[in-house]
């Protein structure tokens, strides 16, 4: 349908303009020969008076000029006849037996000459062609303004005309500038959004459209290098194919890349770029003037790069270009400052105040290539970096800090240690001695029996049984004693402590709880000499049982906690001998659990039973049974332990 139209309207074009000029021909012909006829009538008029236009004449010219001519035939025919300086054209002819009127009237019409006359003097000029109106060519441009639609039918029209046309009906500013006057351009486009039919029409005819900050739409030629392009999105854009180029050794230098640019949906330039092999300095001038921004380059920029970018705005474009070099770029007031980091106009300084973290653990966790060519300062009273240098490094060093610098979660652990012991103890067995003192008859019968007997109470209790028969069994020393044992101890003790450990996410908590025991190390050295000198050193060395835990929590995101636990649990075992060190048993395990927020976690199982027996007697006959009773002493001690653990971590932030 819409082919038809506009073939349609082509064909009533073209027939319009064969009939103005078949009506320009027409009316072009008829002048001529109004033209001849009055200088016919001129001529004769005049030959009344003047004889020698009816006199006969033979002339033959072979490239004679007009005036030339003109003036032999005046002088054959004694005629008065003024020749226009301005006719210079040249005369290839042979007159015989005409009359000078018909010459005359014969050079009229073939070199478009008019005769004028006064008097008897005839004025040759150049005839003066009628001027045919043409009528100006309409402009087909369609403007709905309720959807900023615009539509035009162009068929070799005039660019700055079609401008006008398009302004007047949209009211909007569309300009042309003066080397396009003369453009003539072509489109049909039925409706499409203004600003795209602008540029299709540009496409079409091998222009580019530029938008200006003010809603300027300005039409421009192709600059060296550039051409158009269909983008992947489908919008008409421009690129530039830039060509290695030769140097007096006819090797080239740098390499292809194409560079286009379009404007996104809210009107900032996006920049695309395709390089192999090609000079940063060359990319940075093309982008910059493709763009439309200002810039300085500080130093010169040396290196090549091979990138694809696509639709990226400039100061995107910027840094990935200059990302890994020793060069950066500062924008101040609108210009774009190039040049080595180090440069005095392109360093940046910042303070950074951390929220959260402590910079003591900070400055560490980044990354040293980040801190190359960046200094950084620590102002620990207020918890504050001053970093100087490259501002895309230090824009990527604050970025990085501000992503961990977060609460970290301190942890509140509450440990239960309850301790268990069970313990009994039986003491058996008599012993008979000469002590230092006098001893008494005393002792404790109920509940345990542990009773000694002195040297009266023995010595009333042999003249006992000696009193009933003839044996004598004498008497004992003043400070003899017997004591007799039979004892059975049970106990148990139950211990609780209950200690408070805080600490940060990630770091260990640390418990002990213990006693120590000493014991005497005696060390002698002999000094030889005349008379030898002895000399003995006595040391006391420690021995330490210990309760100890080792608590590192780690806090995961769904407030769970991580606890690596250690535990180590050591204690005292019975009495050990004089000077000799304390027997020592030891527990000891690691785990890892995981618990929701201030939940008890029980440890349980931490159990140690212990079994001691000792005894001294008489030889060989602390051994028989039934006698060992009379002639030993006996002690068998069993303890049972239980340690209980209870770990409660609370998440506070």
């Known amino acids: 349908m819409k082919n038809n139209f506009s073939k349609h309207h082509l064909f009533s074009i073209l027939l319009l303009c064969l009939f103005v000029a078949y009506s320009g021909l027409v009316s072009a012909q008829t002048t ?10 001129r001529l004769r008029t005049v030959s009344v008076t003047v004889p020698g236009l009816t006199q006969k004449v033979q002339l033959s010219m072979s490239g004679a000029t007009a005036q030339e001519f003109l003036r032999a035939l005046a002088q054959a025919n004694n005629l008065n006849i003024n020749v226009d300086p301005q006719l210079n054209f040249k005369v290839y002819n042979n007159f015989r037996n005409e009359t000078a009127m018909n ?6 019409k073939e070199y478009d000459l008019d005769i004028n006359i006064i008097g008897s003097i005839m004025s040759v000029t150049k005839a003066v062609s009628p001027r045919v109106v043409i009528p100006p060519k309409e402009i087909r441009v369609t403007y709905n303004p309720a ?39 072509t489109a049909f486009i039925a409706a499409a959004p203004f600003e795209t039919a602008l540029e299709k029409m540009a496409y079409a005819n091998e222009l580019k459209l530029n938008k200006t900050n003010d809603n300027v739409f ?19 854009s421009v690129k ?42 060359d990319l940075i001038k093309s982008a910059s003037t493709e763009a439309g921004v200002n810039y300085f380059i500080y130093s010169d920029i040396k290196g090549t790069v091979t990138t694809h970018l ?23 007031n609108g210009i774009y400052l190039l040049g080595e980091r180090k440069l005095e106009g392109l360093r940046t300084t910042r303070i950074l105040q951390l929220q959260h973290r402590s910079i003591d653990t900070v400055v560490v966790m980044i990354p040293n290539e980040w801190k190359r060519g960046v200094e950084i300062k620590e102002f620990r ?11 895309p490094q230090i824009n990527e060093i604050e970025n990085y800090i501000k992503q961990i610098d977060k609460v970290v979660p301190m942890i509140l652990i509450e440990v239960t240690l309850v301790d268990v012991r069970k313990s009994k103890t039986i003491s058996t067995g008599i012993s008979a001695g000469v002590s230092d003192t006098l001893r008494r008859t005393g002792g404790s019968v109920f509940p345990g029996l542990n009773y ?61 709880i213990g006693s120590s025991r000493y014991y005497s190390q005696s060390t002698q050295n002999v000094i030889p000499s005349l008379n030898a000198q002895t000399v003995v050193t006595q040391q006391f060395t420690e021995v330490n049982a210990n309760l100890e835990i080792e608590i590192k929590p780690i806090v995961s995101g769904d407030d769970q906690v991580t606890l690596n636990i250690g535990v180590n649990i050591s204690d005292f075992i019975g009495n050990p001998p004089l000077n000799a060190p304390p027997p020592k048993s030891t527990s000891k395990f690691t785990s890892i659990i995981r618990a929701k927020n201030e939940d008890m976690i029980v440890l349980g199982g931490l159990e140690r039973t212990e079994n001691s027996e000792s005894g001294s007697g008489v030889p060989i006959l602390s051994r028989i049974p039934i006698l060992k009773w009379l002639f030993s002493s006996r002690e068998k001690t069993n303890a049972k332990v239980v340690t209980l653990v209870f770990i409660k971590p609370t998440i506070m932030y």
């Open 218 to 236: 300005i039409f421009q030629p192709l600059g060296d290098g550039e051409e158009l392009y269909i983008s992947g999105d489908n919008a008409t």
């Open 381 to 391: 009273e207020q918890n504050t970096l001053l970093m100087s240098g490259s501002a």
């Open 310 to 332: 696509t639709n990226i705005t400039y100061d995107s474009f910027l840094t990935a270009l200059l990302q890994g070099t020793e060069y950066t770029f500062k924008k101040d």
């Open 103 to 108: 010459i005359l009237l014969f050079l009229s």
């Open 32 to 41: 001529s020969e109004e033209r001849l006829k009055q200088i016919d009538e």
């Open 452 to 512: 000694t007997f002195g040297a009266k109470s023995i010595n009333s209790f042999l003249s006992s049984l000696g009193s009933n028969n003839s044996v004598n069994l004498g008497r004992v020393t003043p400070n003899f004693y017997v004591t007799l044992k039979a004892l059975e101890a049970n106990s148990n003790v139950e211990i609780r402590s209950v200690p408070k450990l805080s600490t940060l996410n990630g770091h260990k908590a640390n418990l002990s």
């Open 147 to 185: 959807n900023d639609n615009l539509g035009f039918e162009l068929n070799g029209d005039s660019l700055s005309l079609v401008a006008k046309k398009i302004s007047q009906l949209s009211q909007k500013n569309v300009v042309v500038p003066v080397n396009l006057l003369g453009k003539k351009v």
């Open 240 to 281: 530039r194919n830039n060509k290695p180029t030769a140097t007096g050794s006819g090797v080239a230098q740098g390499g292809n890349f194409n560079l286009s640019g379009k404007k996104d949906a809210g009107g900032q330039k996006l920049v695309s770029v395709d390089a192999l092999n090609t000079p940063i300095l």
